[in-house]
Structure formats: structure tokens, C-alpha cells
């Protein structure tokens, strides 16, 4: 399998941005290594700082560090083994050189990811012929590929320009680029630094195409399943202290403390993401073709990287998902 050529400009960064962030659920069981997972700054992941934060992970008996990464440095650390698993796209899990297996899914976006266009510009119609940025062959890629598709059009009718993600709030100034794709808190500094710009397509016009989990390697899931069903089940009792009245304020103070943020903005923009709670999971475990199932979603992110070039060969997805974990915490045998 032919991995993404941008993980080569950032395997230098991968060591010094592990060291710099590491913040970990407090010991529990003394008697086994840590397990590590890198995270990044997606609304859907800022919900695992809860556990660090309430020491969740302790409470369950399961000695878990949480290693703070950006994006795609936080995939390359998965797969050269720094970690042990890694909060991932469904779909660019596909990517990484390493096999992984989602144990639970955290949300899907629902609005948080954009293609962001010029004030000119009012329509991804608008759009044909002009300049596009994207990070190629990444998630807003798949994302743009979308909306050209709901808008009777192709990647032909645009030119893209592979731009980093983090980069997207200065590429939409510049002179020639049309439109970005961005996912927040990004695509909300690039909306904030670029007045008059606005959402041209939404991950909420496409629901279930960008999926998220927690993608553990197949090593480590094979040989600390029980610990890595605790770790299920803190996801849960995290979404559980997001949801009550009487910690939610407190919850997202946390998260937004960990990407530096308002918490009255990431409140603004909890809702363009949709968490996955129990019920949630169950649905979306459940294999179906459509993109309202993450067998679904799969299916199209491999075939939009087999078009691309991305890899040469398709995997087997099924052991991409492994539904038995969250329906073991949640005590169901069966859908």
C-alpha cells in the first residue's frame, strides 16, 4: 500500500511534538504499560480531556496517556509505533501504512468541516474554473469531491492546490484562491480572518461521509482487548459529564482550555459536531452500504483513494470496525 505523500514533511515534527504534549489519565492498573493514544484538536476528541482532566481513566483501572499531536503528525506517530492508537478519520485510517481497527466511534461531523469561498463567490457552482485549496488526498479533499458531486460537477472543473490545513486562514487572502476547505477551529479562524467569506458546502450537507474513532493498532487490540474495552467505556462516561446540566459548563471550560479557545465559541460550535453516544454507536456499527453506517462511509473514502491513486490495491475494510467492543460495554449481544 502506497501511504500519502504528506506524512514525509512531517515525520520531523512527530518526536518534538510528542514531547511537548503529553497529558495522561492517572495510573490505574500498575501492572501493565500505558496505553498511549495520540489525539489532535477536533471537537469530537477535545472530549477525551475530560478523562484526563477526572481522572476516568484511573476510576476504570486502566493507565491510559493521551499524547497531544497536530493532525496529521499525530497519524505518523501511529504509524511508525509511537502510540498505540490514534484519533483518526475513519476514512484516513485507510491511509496509514499501519492497520488499525476502530473501537468506538466518537461523532461524525455535521457542519465543523467547510469549503469556505470568497465573498464573491455564493455557490460551489461558482467555483468551476477557479482555484481550490485543499489538503490533498485528505479528509477536506473527500469533502470537496462531495459537494462537486451534489452540484453536478468533477475535480476537472476546478484546479486544486494542496495547501496544509493549518494554513487555510492565510491561503483564502491571497489573490487567485476562490475557496478553502477547512475543519474547525480552523475553518472558524479562516471565516474570522476573512470577512465576508462564508460556507459554500458543509459536512452537514453530506452526514455521515467524514466519520471519527478511536483507531487502535491490531497488536495492541489483540492483546489488551479487556483494557481497551475500558477505554470504551470512558468515552461514554466522558459524553455523560459533557451532557449533564450540572457539569456540562465544566466540561467544555476543559476542552476549550486544551486548543486555547473561548469556551462560549466552542459551545457555538459543539453542534457541527455530532457525538456518538451509546445509541449512536450502535446505529452506526451497523453495516449498510449508505453513509449513515461507517461500513458506508468507508466504502466511499476507499473509493475516492483508489481514484486518487493513494493506494494501489484496496484493504479488506471489515477489520477497518469492531462494533464487539461497544456493544460488550453497552451489554448488547446483538443490534
Known amino acids: 500500500m502506497k501511504v500519502r505523500k504528506t506524512f514525509g514533511v512531517v515525520a520531523a515534527a512527530v518526536v518534538a511534538a510528542g514531547l511537548l504534549a503529553s497529558l ?6 500498575q501492572g501493565a504499560k500505558p496505553l498511549t493514544i495520540a489525539y489532535s484538536d477536533w471537537p469530537g476528541w477535545l472530549v477525551w480531556e475530560i478523562a ?30 509511537n502510540v498505540d492508537a490514534v484519533l483518526v478519520v475513519c476514512g484516513d485510517s485507510l491511509t496509514i501504512a ?24 455564493h455557490s460551489i457552482k461558482d467555483l468551476k474554473g477557479k482555484k481550490v485549496a485543499v489538503e490533498e488526498n485528505l479528509v477536506e479533499h473527500i469533502l470537496l469531491a462531495k459537494a462537486l458531486e451534489k452540484n453536478g460537477m468533477t475535480e476537472s472543473d476546478v484546479t486544486i492546490e494542496s495547501v496544509a490545513t493549518d494554513k487555510m486562514p492565510v491561503t483564502l487572502g491571497q489573490s487567485g484562491i476562490a475557496a478553502v476547505g477547512a475543519w474547525y477551529p480552523i475553518s472558524g479562524e479562516t471565516l474570522k480572518q476573512n470577512p465576508g467569506s462564508a460556507p459554500l ?19 495492541s487490540l489483540a492483546t489488551r482487548r479487556d483494557d481497551w474495552k475500558k477505554v470504551v467505556g470512558v468515552w461514554f462516561k466522558c459524553l455523560d459529564y459533557l451532557n449533564d446540566p450540572k457539569t456540562h459548563a465544566d466540561a467544555v471550560k476543559i476542552m476549550a482550555a486544551r486548543i ?34 461507517v461500513y458506508g462511509s468507508l466504502k466511499n473514502a476507499n473509493a475516492f483513494y483508489l481514484s486518487h491513486k493513494v493506494y494501489d490495491k484496496a484493504p479488506e475494510l471489515d ?5 464487539s467492543l461497544v456493544k460488550e460495554v453497552i451489554g448488547k449481544s446483538a443490534y
Not at 499501519?98 to 463567490?121: C, H, Q, R, W
Not at 458546502?201 to 497488536?219: K, M, N, T
Not at 477489520?319 to 462494533?323: A, H, K, L, S, T
Open 319 to 323: 477489520p477497518y470496525v469492531d462494533p
Open 24 to 29: 495522561g489519565c492517572p495510573p490505574g492498573n
Open 52 to 81: 484526563n482532566q477526572k481522572g476516568f481513566c484511573k476510576d476504570a483501572g486502566v493507565d491510559v496517556n493521551f499524547v497531544w499531536y497536530d493532525y496529521l503528525p499525530s497519524m505518523k506517530a501511529f504509524e511508525t509505533g
Open 201 to 219: 458546502f458543509r459536512s452537514s450537507d453530506a452526514p455521515g461521509l467524514i466519520y471519527d474513532a478511536l483507531q487502535v493498532s491490531r497488536e
Open 260 to 293: 486555547k479557545a473561548n469556551p462560549d465559541d466552542l459551545e457555538k460550535n459543539l453542534k457541527g459536531t455530532q457525538l456518538l453516544d451509546k445509541d449512536g454507536n450502535l446505529k452506526a456499527l451497523e453495516k449498510r452500504d449508505t453513509l449513515d453506517s
Open 98 to 121: 499501519k492497520p488499525s481497527t476502530a473501537i468506538v466511534l466518537t461523532d461524525y461531523s455535521n457542519g465543523n468541516d467547510m469549503i469556505i469561498g470568497k465573498p464573491e463567490f
